[in-house]
Antibody
Framework: EVQLLESGGDLVQPGGSLRLSCAAS????????MTWVRQAPGLGLEWVSV????????YFADSVRGRFSISRDNSNNTLYLQMSSLRAEDTGVYYC???????????????????WGQGTTVTVSS | DIVMTQSPLSLPVTPGEPASISCKSS???????????LDWYLQKAGQSPQLLIY???HRASGVPDRFSGSGSGTNFTLKISRVEADDAGVYYC?????????FGHGTKVEIK
């Protein structure tokens, strides 16, 4: 079964740090770009960051650039989001998602974010 | 950043009737490869989002054929041919052409 399982969410004080993990199973993790999306309480979806299949290319939303980093361990099928200098506005549910790009042979196909985890909750509060 | 504008914000629908959601982007979503980088996601109450449509009109695996996506340039539409009770939730469009990816604010579909 294709699955993503996030962990690491917690209550943290403003200015603190946290590392989220996303364990992947049921598919060839190393062939897939991976994305983090978050959702503040009662609000819509916000794209946070993306990493390429080989981990060499990363991008961030302006709201987190310089404070968050994304990485992956393809040997252990795990995606990470390292968060530092956390602010109250970082509070929310963080989802990891497969995609939107998958490497197939020499091609990179855009398939949308087709598998999502259940989410992990980050609360930034004193 | 590309701004995504959805309408309506709320859509009450009767089971068996059609429904349509509009998504407009502030820039054209046409890539040089001829594809439109526009996705549709559904988030049911208490659940994670799920992909419905990618590249404007491609149904994701397992998505019923009553869902269809269309559009070009800056104007896109998600249509449900015959709404079912299980279709309730918030529908989001998202552009995949540029970084940062951006979502619309969502359309809440409520079943009458």
């Amino acid at each position: 079964e294709v699955q993503l399982l996030e962990s690491g969410g917690d209550l943290v004080q403003p200015g603190g740090s946290l590392r989220l993990s996303c364990a992947a199973s049921g598919f060839t993790f190393g062939n897939c770009g991976m994305t983090w999306v978050r959702q503040a309480p009662g609000l819509g979806l916000e794209w946070v960051s993306v990493i390429s299949d080989d981990g060499t290319t990363t991008y961030f939303a302006d709201s987190v650039r310089g404070r968050f980093s994304i990485s992956r361990d393809n040997s252990n099928n795990t995606l990470y989001l390292q968060m530092s200098s956390l602010r109250a506005e970082d509070t929310g549910v963080y989802y990891c998602a497969r995609g939107p790009v998958e490497k197939v042979g020499d091609n990179h196909n855009y398939n949308g974010m087709d598998v999502w985890g259940q989410g992990t909750t980050v609360t930034v509060s004193s | 950043d590309i701004v995504m504008t959805q309408s309506p914000l709320s859509l009450p629908v009767t089971p068996g009737e059609p429904a349509s959601i509009s998504c407009k982007s502030s820039q054209r979503l046409l890539h040089s490869n001829g594809l439109h980088y526009l996705d549709w996601y559904l988030q049911k109450a208490g659940q994670s989002p799920q992909l419905l449509i990618y590249l404007g009109s491609h149904r994701a695996s397992g998505v019923p054929d009553r869902f269809s996506g269309s559009g070009s340039g800056t104007n896109f539409t998600l249509k449900i041919s015959r709404v079912e009770a299980d279709d309730a939730g918030v529908y989001y469009c998202m552009q995949g052409l540029q970084i940062p990816r951006t979502f619309g604010h969502g359309t809440k579909v409520e079943i009458k």
